[in-house]
């Protein structure tokens, strides 16, 4: 709460949303970060408590995000990475727009192993924003 005070988890190079249900219980997050100095965009990501799967929330907040997103900035490019074989979280960027640019081997360590992930991007030119 003390950080939600001091900047709203808002910074110039990277912000953090809490994602609520109508009751106000937090049920998850989503955020834009910069990854690369030298992208003109962001990127966003999404997490939703698994309680609360399932349910839309995270296809809804994707898109309130994104237009926060295009309607606040110039910037014309916004990025998401899924790990191969999230097929839920990839049908929430599709949803919203995105496409599948490629496959990113072995980006990550994940619970032991190295894992290929989805890079998926959405430009400003691909919304009525």
Not at 88 to 100: H, I, Q, T, Y
Not at 109 to 123: A, I, N, P, Q, T
Request: positive net charge.
């Amino acid at each position: 709460m003390s950080e939600f005070q001091r900047n709203g988890f808002w910074q110039n190079t990277q912000g953090r949303l809490l994602i609520t249900d109508l009751a106000g219980q937090i049920i998850g997050e989503a955020g834009l970060v910069c990854t690369r100095h030298y992208l003109d965009g962001r990127e966003v990501y999404y997490r939703i408590f698994s309680d609360y799967r399932g349910r839309g929330y995270a296809t809804e907040a994707l898109a309130l995000i994104i237009s926060f997103f295009f309607n606040a900035t110039s910037m014309n490019r916004v990025e998401a990475v899924t790990v191969v074989g999230n097929n839920a979280s990839e049908n929430v960027l599709l949803k919203n727009g995105f496409e599948c640019e490629g496959t990113l081997r072995q980006a990550r360590y994940l619970h032991g192993k190295r894992v290929d992930l989805k890079l998926f991007s959405l430009l400003r030119s691909d919304t009525s924003y």
